[in-house]
């Protein structure tokens, strides 16, 4: 069997669902959907979810910056110490750097 071949044959499982699922359609998300098509376009001003959704964003924000902190100190330490120059200044030698 090619390659191809082998990647697709788990795709085969699908094949009994699609015989077993119209036997089993329902409609009983059809309100769910509708609420939710309904709120991608008139979504709600509720201030208790705008306030939960600002501290959200205020949250994502400061784990943005702080990770952005974080790895520009990680990389300026990094930097600094595998510069050959700040190897031989420090320690007399450019072997450490050389690792880094």
């Given at each position: 069997m090619s390659p191809a071949g082998q990647l697709l044959l788990p795709a085969l499982v699908l094949l009994p669902l699609l015989a077993l699922l119209?036997?089993?359609w329902h409609g009983g998300?059809?309100?769910l959907i509708g609420q939710f098509l309904v709120a991608a376009v008139q979504p709600?001003?509720?201030p208790a979810?705008?306030?939960a959704s600002l501290r959200g964003i205020a949250v994502t924000v400061a784990v943005a910056l702080w990770s952005w902190l974080f790895?520009?100190?990680l990389g300026v330490?990094?930097?600094v110490l595998s510069a050959e120059v700040v190897s031989r200044t420090l320690w007399g030698c450019s072997w450490p750097a050389?690792?880094?």
């Open positions: 119209p036997a089993s998300g059809f309100d709600s001003t509720d979810l705008i306030a790895s520009l100190l330490i990094g930097g050389l690792l880094l």
